[in-house]
């Protein structure tokens, strides 16, 4: 096996492995789920270079905490939930105000969209051609899209992770579906 897994007879022994700094161990650990994990680095980073930036983070955050995984759920959702902290964490700080701001809903969301036809539209749409909408919708709506709509939290979670309130959320999730819409249809991937 290329990801040199066949060199640990179990998980179990890879992680105790790690937690002993096994240089070989946290090679086969990195390759084994590196691909996976960047694919969650970059939803939510605002490009490649940024997202290679917090994987790393994350890797390093994953080996000096290794000893702490309660193997209560999987690793790899252990992992996933250090790399999206750790996207969230930069993206705090990249914000040189912080501010929780509440969206009115009389500006450009202020028009009722269907969301059951959003989803039957998104449905018929290759993962790709989505995936690089979504990478180009703003910061602050790509970020809570992907929570909500991927992660499947729920606003008070969202709103707690990001210190912005419940309401904030849930328009910010309205202007990303709304944006991901009109960027889809402007190449006529939806129809309007």
């Known amino acids: ?9 179990t998980e179990d022994e890879l992680i105790e492995k790690c937690i002993k700094r096994d240089s070989n161990a946290q090679k086969v650990l990195y390759t084994k789920f590196s691909a996976k994990l960047f694919a969650v680095s970059y939803r939510y980073s605002s490009n490649r270079e940024d997202a290679k930036d917090v994987l790393q983070e994350s890797f390093i955050k994953i080996f000096d ?3 702490a995984y309660k193997k209560t759920g999987s690793l790899e959702g252990w992992m996933k939930k250090i790399v999206v902290n750790t996207a969230l964490s930069k993206y ?3 914000k040189k105000n912080p501010v929780d701001y509440i969206d ?9 969209i269907d969301e ?11 993962e790709q051609t989505i995936m690089t909408h979504i990478q180009n919708l703003p910061e602050e709506y ?9 992660e499947e939290l729920p606003h008070k979670e969202i709103a707690a992770l990001l210190s912005i309130t419940e309401e904030t959320s849930r328009i910010r ?9 009109q ?9 309007r």
């Open 1 to 9: 096996m290329k990801d040199g897994s066949l060199l640990y007879n």
């Open 65 to 67: 905490n290794i000893k």
């Open 92 to 94: 705090k700080k990249s």
């Open 104 to 112: 009115h809903l009389n500006d450009s969301v202020g028009e009722a």
């Open 116 to 126: 059951e036809q959003i989803e039957n539209d998104l449905l018929n749409i290759d």
């Open 142 to 150: 790509r970020i809570v899209f992907n929570m909500a709509c991927v």
């Open 173 to 181: 999730l309205l202007r990303a579906r709304k944006k991901l819409v």
């Open 183 to 191: 960027s889809l249809t402007s190449i006529n991937v939806i129809n």
